[in-house]
């Protein structure tokens, strides 16, 4: 699983490892990646997959750098990989991925940023989950911290369900 937990003014990801015998060996997949200097990226799911996403991302990333001379837009960003899963549902002897990406996107510290669309978005973190079926979703609301696990949000304020785990797994000393 996946679980990020946003604040404002920044994201944490993590990604909890489980093996299930001493015997199992860790395949050595991160499930991070850095992007740009705003975007990270996390897969959970198949990770052969996760891998193909994350270097697709990360090439179409240097790529617009390369032609624009300029860091990557995130709505560029999301369109451009979410045609890339939403062409693996539809190429004839494919499969879809069976990869989720949760894309974490922490725009620079000026106040406002205009992307190409014309938008203009405040320096608070934004955080998105693309499916294997090439569907974005943004998974945060307004200006409150959430935690959120495989990009489900849960709803509930992450200071308290903290507080109330920190009160149940204290162990008396």
Do not use: W
Not at 3 to 21: D, E, N
Not at 66 to 83: A, C, K, M, Q
Not at 109 to 127: H, I, V
């Amino acid at each position: 699983p996946l679980v990020a937990v946003c604040k404002p003014g920044r994201i944490v990801l993590c990604a909890p490892q489980i093996l299930p015998s001493p015997l199992v060996k860790d395949d050595g997949t991160a499930r991070f990646a850095p992007i740009t200097s705003t975007i990270a990226v996390a897969h959970s799911g198949i990770s052969a997959d996760g891998r193909v996403l994350v270097a697709a991302a990360q090439r179409l990333a240097v790529e617009h750098a390369y032609t624009f001379d300029e860091p990557i837009p995130i709505d560029i960003f999301l369109e451009e990989v979410s045609l890339l899963f939403q062409e693996y549902t539809m190429k004839p002897a494919a499969r879809p991925f069976g990869a989720i990406l949760l894309v974490a996107h922490m725009p620079p510290s000026t106040s406002t940023s205009t992307s190409t669309a014309g938008t203009t978005s405040n320096s608070r973190p934004q955080l998105f989950r693309i499916d294997p079926s090439g569907a974005v979703v943004s998974v945060l609301e307004k200006n409150r911290s959430y935690a959120i696990i495989n990009g489900n949000n849960f709803g509930v304020e992450v200071e308290t369900k903290l507080q109330e785990l920190a009160t149940t797994t204290s162990s008396p000393t």
